[in-house]
Nanobody
Framework: QVQLVESGGGVVQPGGSLRLSCVVS????????MDWFRRAAPGKDREWVA?????????HYADSVKGRFTISRDHDKNTVYLQMNNLKPDDTAVYYC????????WGQGTQVIVSS
């Protein structure tokens, strides 16, 4: 059974930083592109945030986070990270990671609140 467990969220002031982790079990993250998504509020669609290619040499970001967020991966720990810098109130959301292939397997997510 494949499970994804996100952590690292919290409450931070605008301009602050957080590093999110996504620990995967039941499937190796190696050889797969991996994504981060976020959902700003219940009932709203999940928004794609970032992707790392299966070979780690290519990353893509939503325009809203480009230059502030960095996606990375630790193959030994089977974990994907999202470093978030210069956080803004609009970054407030529940963040999820996922394999970049269907069907999606959603974990519980980790809540990020950016507020002064």
């Amino acid at each position: 059974q494949v499970q994804l467990v996100e952590s690292g969220g919290g409450v931070v002031q605008p301009g602050g930083s957080l590093r999110l982790s996504c620990v995967v079990s039941g499937r190796s993250v190696s050889g797969h592109s991996m994504d981060w998504f976020r959902r700003a509020a219940p009932g709203k669609d999940r928004e794609w945030v970032a992707q790392i290619s299966q070979t780690d040499d290519v990353t893509h970001y939503a325009d809203s986070v480009k230059g502030r967020f960095t996606i990375s991966r630790d193959h030994d720990k089977n974990t994907v990270y999202l470093q978030m810098n210069n956080l803004k109130p609009d970054d407030t959301a529940v963040y999820y990671c996922n394999f970049a292939l269907p069907p999606p397997i959603w974990g519980q997510g980790t809540q990020v609140i950016v507020s002064s």
